[in-house]
């Protein structure tokens, strides 16, 4: 779709995984097969949901990785699923004008892969983070910019995310491939689509 401008969110979620299939490897979760999406985290055995969407709400990019993996690694990738196509036919759209993401995003390396596309950061500072670079003084160099305004409309990714878990395939995994788990994201997120040009109520 032809959108003069739109800024994307990007948000985690972590889904318990519901014991269907082959049981996942209790005790030695090295053993886990990788496709399998599935981690052990403070919850105990989960998967993460990585969520981008444009400033409505509608998905862009999904991915689903095991729920003790860290979310700012998975930046980059979830960006590079962003492919907006255009009505009017020419090249699809990939780089939104800003992005909004958690403190869970950020990162040098997130900011300076934005800033190599040209996209707006709009990501707070950690804490220990700020921290850091204050005590190096000078040499810590300034703060990142940060537009508090325009991350009060972050909460359409955690909206879309609410919208998806009305599906129960998505609220609760009973995947054992994280394949599967991830393509009832992307049927519920076409159905959000699917509203957008009337095909739906």
């Known amino acids: 779709m032809s959108i003069p ?20 490897n209790y005790t030695n979760l090295r053993d886990e097969p990788a496709d399998h999406g599935i981690g052990r985290s403070r919850g105990g055995l989960t998967s993460k949901a990585h969520l981008a969407c444009d400033g409505h709400g509608r998905p862009l990019s999904v991915l689903v990785g095991p729920g003790q993996a860290g979310d700012s690694p998975m930046f980059a990738h979830v960006l590079e699923g962003i492919c907006v196509p255009r009505l009017a036919g020419g090249a699809h759209r990939t780089r939104p004008v800003e992005v909004r993401a958690d ?8 900011r300076e892969l ?13 804490t220990d983070q700020a921290a850091n670079r204050v005590n190096k003084g000078r040499a810590g160099g300034r703060p990142p910019n940060f537009d508090p305004e325009s991350y009060k409309g972050r909460n359409v990714v955690e909206r879309a995310f609410n919208k998806a878990k009305q599906w129960r395939a998505v609220a609760t995994r009973y995947d054992k491939l994280a394949l599967t788990y991830r393509a009832g994201f992307l049927l ?3 159905v959000e689509w699917l509203k957008l040009l009337g095909d739906m109520p």
């Not at 403190?103 to 997130?110: C, I, W």
């Not at 800033?115 to 500072?125: F, H, L, T, W």
């Open 5 to 24: 401008q739109w800024s994307g969110s990007i948000s985690t979620v972590r889904t318990p995984p519901a014991t269907q299939g082959d049981l996942p």
């Open 103 to 110: 403190k869970a995003y950020s990162s040098r390396a997130n």
């Open 114 to 126: 934005l800033r190599s596309k040209g996209i707006k950061a709009v990501i707070p500072e950690k």
């Open 188 to 190: 519920a997120g076409i």
